[in-house]
């Protein structure tokens, strides 16, 4: 019994810290999917404006609980979000527009 115990409370460990170091990739990727799932034609031709618009509304759908993690996403919007955008235009799913330089999210 011991040793279960012990193997769960490792697993809960090597699940917090991987949480915490791919948390962040992992909220870009469900934003930028609902961004996309909102322009089912593709990005060619939505304004730049209407996507940072959306990506706003996004960060506050899936940060809005911890407001010190709302504010970093907007302010990385505000700092990066031009560069974001490119990379979603240029990317073919979110997981690359996620990982793309130099408005890298994870």
Known sequence: ???ISTVCLLS???????????????????VVNDVLA?????LNG?????LMADLINE???YWSQDPTQDKGCHDWLAQDGASFIAAMRTNSNAFAACHAAPANAC
């Open 1 to 3: 019994m011991h040793f």
């Open 38 to 42: 909102l322009h089912p034609n593709g």
């Open 46 to 50: 939505v304004p730049d404006a209407v």
């Open 59 to 61: 960060c506050e759908k």
């Open 12 to 30: 809960a460990v090597v699940i917090a810290a991987f949480a915490q170091t791919d948390g962040s990739c992992h909220l870009c990727e469900l």
